[in-house]
């Protein structure tokens, strides 16, 4: 029999849905989620639960507590939109252009208020609730100005958990993956400098463009010579720039790029090779390279016994057949991993149904369907961590 949770769960899908759309159709971007956090700040006093804001700028923190249990646990949503233009045409579209909630963040911190709400309902939890809405997560800084304004010792969590949306993953089916799950990111720029000169007489010059060309292929030796087989490293270059003429070899070329690692040190492997090998294939022209690497995001590492919790949550929600335990890691990053590198926890990912569009798609759209089921398993997360039956 299913569990109660996900019914009750159900009960809010309606007003619930209005609240996503209503986020989905006013997007913003991070650290400017000011009517967003103002909606979610307002919905959780609406609901009894204290609130919190202005912490990291437009973030915002819900504190529900029941009984006298000393445990607590966190529970996290992210609420900010992308810089892009949306195509969906739906009635609840985009209103600002070039703005888009293309990775489903207005799905996210509607789940989030509706397990609050449930939770405040229900009070079915000894301990303490800590809601945390963050800004911010598409590489803005969010969680990490959250954590700067005090984030933990404000409101300490035994544990923290997130919840994002997974285009193709069917409706009301779960996955999780244990270890390091996402990837740390970071993003560099290389700037070569030689020596300018007319197109015609190459002899006077020191040509970046040559440079930055053999800069570039040498770079794709670092991950497949450096960085061992048995580690996962990417280094795409996704950005080369120089000159403006036909007949002109510029003075510099720019090249761009990122790179993707699951350890952190591996990351700092390929930045110090990175450094050598750019530096050195440029002085080898007579030319210079400067260096910018830029650490966005470090890997997000499940918690083993955190990241159980979460799934057996799942599970008690949608059935055990409907949770994958062991997917594959991914590539992308995720800002929460900076809130999971000081408090254990778990990432869980929510079916955004087989026909979605891919995040950071202009077609895509969080599935409302899917609500109710986020809600139930942050719930019983949070049931699961802080069991009434438990004094501490
Ligand atoms: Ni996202």
Known sequence: MPDPILDRARQHQ???????????????????????????????????????????????????????????VGLRADMDALPMQEATGLPHASTVPNRMHACGHDGHTAMLLGAAKVLAETRNFNGTVNFIFQPAEEGLG???????????????????????????????EFTVSPGAAMAGCAFFDIVITGKGAHGAHPQQSIDPVVVACHVGTALQSIVSRNVSPNDTAVLSVTRVHSGDAYNV??????????????????????????????????????????????????PLVNDASELKIAADAAATVV??????????????????????????????????????????????????????????????????????????
Request: net charge negative; hydrophobic share 40%.
């Open 142 to 172: 969010g969680a990490e100005a959250m954590i700067k304004d005090g984030l933990f010792a404000r409101f300490p969590c035994d544990a923290v958990f997130g919840m994002h949306n997974s285009p193709g993953l069917p409706l009301g």
């Open 14 to 72: 309606a007003e619930l849905t209005e609240i996503r759309r209503d986020i989905h159709a006013h997007p913003e971007l991070g650290m400017e989620e000011y009517r967003t956090s103002e909606i979610v700040a307002r919905k959780l006093a609406e609901w009894g639960i204290e609130v919190h804001r202005n912490v990291g700028k437009t973030g915002v923190v819900g504190v529900l507590r029941n009984g006298n249990g000393r445990a607590s």
């Open 319 to 392: 059935g055990e057949d409907r949770i994958d335990r062991n997917r594959a890691s991914v590539m992308a990053s995720e800002d929460f991993a900076f809130m999971m590198n000081l408090v254990p926890g778990g990432h869980i990912r929510i079916g955004n149904g087989a026909d979605s569009a891919a995040v950071h798609n202009q077609l895509y759209d969080f599935n409302d369907e899917a609500i109710p089921y986020g809600v139930a398993v942050y719930a019983k997360i949070a049931e699961s961590k802080l069991p009434r039956d438990t004094e501490s």
């Open 249 to 298: 070899i510029p003075q510099t070329a720019s090249l761009g790029g990122t790179v993707r690692a699951m350890k952190s040190e591996i990351m700092d492997l390929v930045k110090t090779n990175m450094l050598r090998v750019a530096t050195h294939v440029a002085a080898g022209f007579g030319a210079e390279a400067g260096v910018d690497f830029r650490i966005l995001f470090p």
